[in-house]
């Protein structure tokens, strides 16, 4: 038998299922064409996982994110503006970008925009959003609207394929000799990733301190809520049934103008919240990438005991519940007040968010 000169990568695609359905699977083709270009460039394969439900995502995909990034694997989330809408799709940029992020290792997440290119901005509301600006998205929009076959799609894939080859090569070449960590209670492991000089014992510290800063940002959320709650009850009434059009506008506006501070106020606590969450999260899948590395099972089982905090998030699942109710009742009244959209938007924001909080440290209590 024979021994292939040819090697192998791997590439994690992040999508909204309903962008490939839209675009006639065009993701998927851009999948396919990028492999080929990958191969014929290389030599080598380009491992995708395409699909969440695929063999190598799995469920404990957050806990392995780490180990993919400093073995040079690429995250490669392909944007639309739904993106930002999929639950799934924010909790895999920010775990990726997080984790990147703590081991510098960002230039291994190769963002692609096929459509809304124009709202890709820095001072975007949406916090995912100005993340992707931040990543140097790579703009596809033309490649994509000529179509799969075209002088103008070939050109854009070849060109990511070098793109993707040179972020890998990087990678290799400044991948570090094997180190050596003690993990308390078991042995020496190697460690061959970015982060030789990580510290388990530094790394639990870290976490500590980061729980206190979650619990008063919590309460500052709770408080948040409540207030904004409190200016929906006292003036969504203003805006009853049987007002003229004139008089409903200016009721709107009246209410938008009541709700904006309240609104602003909900967004900014939502955000700061589910960024420190993400932060320790993406902490929590670090430590437990080094207490993987132990041979002994109960050491590791001993460990990771001490590892699982016990946030307790359930004060915010009925509280966030209602929220989205309130808001979903007011959408017949958004639709006729741009004032009232503007006002309640950043409100949409802060609750979107702190969803995705409370989604991750529930996640942390199932570990």
């Excluded at 991948?175 to 639990?204: C, K, N, V, Y």
């Amino acid at each position: 038998m024979s021994t292939e000169i040819a090697q192998a990568s791997r590439l994690f695609v992040s999508y909204a299922h309903s962008d490939n359905d839209l675009f006639g699977d065009a993701v998927k083709s851009l999948v396919d064409d990028l492999k080929g270009f990958y191969s014929i460039k290389t030599g080598n394969e380009l491992v995708v996982f395409f699909d969440r439900e695929s063999i190598g995502w799995g469920d404990n995909w957050r806990s392995q994110i780490d180990g993919e990034l400093e073995n040079a694997s690429i995250f490669m989330p392909v944007i639309t503006m739904q993106y930002f809408n999929r639950p799934a799709c924010r909790d895999e940029l920010n775990a990726f970008n997080q984790s990147a992020k703590r081991i510098g290792a960002q230039y291994l997440i190769l963002p692609v925009v096929i459509a809304g290119a124009n709202f890709i901005r820095a001072d975007h509301s949406i916090p995912e959003v100005a993340t992707i600006e931040s990543l140097q998205y790579r703009n596809l929009e033309e490649a994509f609207l000529a179509g799969r076959g075209t002088q103008e799609w070939r050109r854009a894939v070849s060109g990511l394929a070098d793109e993707l080859i040179e972020l890998i090569s990087r990678a290799e070449m400044t991948a570090p000799e094997p180190a050596h960590r003690e993990i308390p209670g078991g042995s020496d492991t190697a460690d061959s990733g970015p982060d030789e000089d990580g510290d388990f014992l530094a790394d639990m510290a870290e976490l500590e301190e980061m729980f206190p800063n979650i619990q008063r940002e919590t309460e500052q959320v709770l408080s948040d809520l409540n207030s904004w709650t409190e200016a929906v009850q006292d003036n969504s009434s203003r805006m009853k049934p049987g007002l003229s059009a004139q008089q409903m506008r200016a009721a709107s506006v009246s209410v938008a103008a009541k709700l904006k501070a309240p609104s602003e106020a909900l967004q900014d606590s939502g955000v700061k919240l589910a960024e420190s969450v993400e932060r320790a999260d993406a902490l929590i899948n670090s430590i437990k990438e080094q207490i993987s590395q132990l041979e002994d099972e109960e050491q590791r089982e001993s460990l990771l005991k001490h590892v699982t905090p016990s946030q307790d998030s359930e004060d915010l699942h009925g509280v966030v519940d209602s929220m989205a109710g309130i808001l979903e009742s007011m959408q017949p009244v958004e639709v006729m007040s741009a004032a009232l959209r503007k006002a309640l938007k950043p409100a949409r924001i802060g609750i979107t968010k702190i969803q995705d909080a409370v989604r991750t440290v529930d996640r942390w209590g199932q570990a």
